[in-house]
């Protein structure tokens, strides 16, 4: 038998979530972004020259749970063309 691995998740999951009003099909409950980590990715974004998926990964390793973090590099690159 190979290796194996176990993961915990330890975030908060929110106790109720809606749909997202344009989805066709839902795979996954949509679980908006805070505004705090809107604007520290839109901060990170304008001070940093890093590529969106430089700074994706640093602000997912410095956050301390998973509602702290940008949904995925693709909200991270709106971010930044919004912004910068």
């Given at each position: 038998m190979g290796p194996s691995a176990t993961s915990q998740f330890l975030g908060q999951f929110p106790k109720h979530v809606e749909p997202h009003g344009h989805s066709v099909h839902m795979s996954a409950e949509y679980v908006r972004t805070r505004p705090e980590v809107l604007l520290n990715v839109q901060e990170s974004c304008v001070k940093s020259a890093a590529v969106p998926s430089k700074v994706y990964q640093n602000l997912?390793?410095?956050?301390?749970?998973?509602?702290?973090?940008p949904r995925n590099k693709q909200q991270v690159k709106h971010c930044a063309l919004k912004f910068v």
């Open positions: 997912t390793t410095e956050a301390e749970n998973d509602q702290e973090c």
